[in-house]
C-alpha cells in the first residue's frame, strides 16, 4: 500500500479511495472570505473546528483573520492548543472530575474559556482551578430558543454571573446563545427574522446584567448561515461559524450562504461494480458518508442519483442507463453533511488544478470525549 505522503504530486485520479478530498482554491476562498466579513462588520470570528477537526486548518482561519477557535469537545481542544492555539472556547458543558481536570489540565497551557449552565459545575471548576492555580474564562450559556443546553434568558443568567464573578480562579467573560434553530432555514428572509428573535434575548440578557452592574466584554453565538446576521448585530463580539470552511449540499441551498461560499470537499469513490446499465455501485457507503441530512450526491452527471448507502457501498440510479462509468473509474460525491463525514475520515488531501498538493492527519477526528 502506497504511503499516503507518496500521492504528493500525482493526480487526485490516481488516490486510492474512498478518499476525502479538498479543493483547496475553494476552501481557501472560503476562509478569507468569511475573515474579510467578520472585520467589516467588526465582529471578532472565532471559527468551529467541529467542523474540519484539523489544527493545520485551524492556523490557517487564524493567519485570516479569526481571533481564535471555537470547540464542540476537549478533545478537539486539546488538539488545538496542542498545535499552539492559545484562545480556545470549548462552547459545551465540561461536566465531571475526569473532565474538568482535563479542563485545568488545558488552562495551564492556554486561555481557554468554557461554557455553563449550571451552578454545581461552576462550584466545581472553581474548587479544581483554586487547586492547581490556575484561572480559567467561563461564559454562561443562555437558551435562546434552540432549546438545547444553556439556561433561560434574564434571572437565571444573572443568578449564575454573579457566582462566577464570586468564585475564586473564574473570571466572568460573557454570554454564549447558539441559534442553531434558525441557521439552516433556507429562506432568507425567514432566517433572518428567527435569528433576530433569538439573538435579541441575548442582548437583552446582556443589558440586564450590565443594569446589574456586571460587565459583558465577549456575547458569542451564530453560525454559517447566520454569520451575516449574527455577525452584524452590534452588541455581539463573535461568531462560532463552522461549516463555510467546506460546505455540503445542505448549507449550499441556504439562500445568501450558498451563493457565498463554494463546496470545497468530496468524497472521492471507485465504481466497483455495473451489474446492470442502471445501476453503479461505489466503494463508498456510510462508514465514509453521513447521510442524517440526506443521500450525498455524485458531482458532475446529470441523470444520476445516488438512492441509498450500506455500509460500505453506495448505489448509483442512471436514470437512462447510457452514463460511462464502468468499474475502475472514479467519481466523487458531494457530502450532505461536511461536519460529520469529516469526523470519518483519517486523512485529507488537499488537491489543487487535480493534482494532490498536501496530505493532512484529521487530528482531532473522533476525538469526541
Ligand atoms: C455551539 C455551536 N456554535 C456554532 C456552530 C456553527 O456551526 P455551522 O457553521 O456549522 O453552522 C455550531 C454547530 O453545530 C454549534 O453547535
Redesign the pocket.
Known amino acids: 500500500m502506497p504511503d499516503s505522503d507518496s500521492y504528493i504530486g500525482r493526480h487526485k485520479s490516481e488516490l486510492d479511495t474512498p478518499a476525502l478530498l479538498i479543493d483547496l482554491d475553494i476552501m481557501e476562498t472560503n476562509i478569507q472570505k468569511m475573515a474579510d466579513y467578520m472585520t467589516s462588520v467588526n465582529t471578532e470570528l472565532r471559527?468551529?473546528v467541529?467542523?474540519h477537526k484539523s489544527p493545520i486548518i485551524a492556523k490557517k482561519q487564524i493567519k485570516a483573520g479569526a481571533m481564535g477557535i471555537?470547540c464542540?469537545k476537549l478533545g478537539e481542544a486539546e488538539e488545538i492548543v496542542n498545535a499552539g492555539i492559545r484562545d480556545v472556547l470549548i462552547?459545551?458543558q465540561i461536566v465531571g472530575k475526569h473532565k474538568i481536570s482535563r479542563l485545568i489540565d488545558l488552562a495551564k497551557h492556554s486561555d481557554i474559556m468554557v461554557?455553563v449552565d449550571d451552578s454545581k459545575n461552576i462550584q466545581d471548576i472553581s474548587e479544581a482551578a483554586v487547586t492547581d492555580g490556575v484561572n480559567v474564562r467561563i461564559l454562561v450559556e443562555v437558551n435562546i430558543g434552540m432549546n438545547?443546553c444553556g439556561v433561560e434568558p434574564g434571572e437565571e443568567v444573572l443568578t449564575l454571573a454573579q457566582q462566577i464573578v464570586q468564585s475564586p480562579n473564574l473570571k466572568f467573560e460573557g454570554l454564549?446563545g447558539?441559534e442553531?434553530h434558525t441557521?439552516?432555514k433556507p429562506d432568507r428572509e425567514e432566517r433572518e427574522s428567527a435569528t433576530r428573535e433569538a439573538m435579541q434575548w441575548l442582548v437583552d440578557t446582556k443589558d440586564y446584567l450590565n443594569k446589574h452592574g456586571l460587565d459583558v466584554s465577549i456575547m458569542?453565538?451564530?453560525?454559517?448561515?447566520?454569520?451575516d446576521i449574527t455577525g452584524s448585530i452590534p452588541e455581539m463580539t463573535e461568531?462560532?461559524?463552522?461549516?463555510?470552511v467546506f460546505m455540503d449540499s445542505t448549507?449550499n441551498k441556504v439562500e445568501g450562504v450558498g451563493e457565498k461560499f463554494d463546496c470545497s470537499l468530496s468524497v472521492l469513490a471507485t465504481v466497483v461494480s455495473r451489474p446492470e446499465n442502471k445501476r453503479i455501485i461505489v466503494d463508498s457507503g456510510l462508514k465514509v458518508l453521513s447521510k442524517e441530512f440526506g443521500v450525498p450526491q455524485p458531482i458532475g452527471f446529470t441523470g444520476l442519483e445516488m438512492t441509498g448507502l450500506s455500509e460500505e457501498h453506495g448505489k448509483i440510479q442512471d436514470s437512462n442507463g447510457n452514463i460511462s462509468l464502468s468499474p475502475g473509474d472514479k467519481i466523487e460525491i458531494l457530502p450532505t453533511h461536511?461536519?460529520t463525514t469529516v469526523n470519518l475520515h483519517d486523512r485529507y488531501y488537499g488537491i489543487r488544478d487535480e493534482i494532490v498538493e498536501s496530505v493532512w492527519k484529521i487530528a482531532a477526528r473522533g476525538r469526541s470525549q
Open positions: 471559527p468551529h467541529k467542523t471555537t464542540a462552547a459545551n461554557a438545547r454564549m447558539y442553531g441557521v439552516a458569542s453565538g451564530g453560525g454559517t448561515g447566520t454569520y461568531v462560532q461559524a463552522g461549516s463555510y448549507y461536511c461536519c
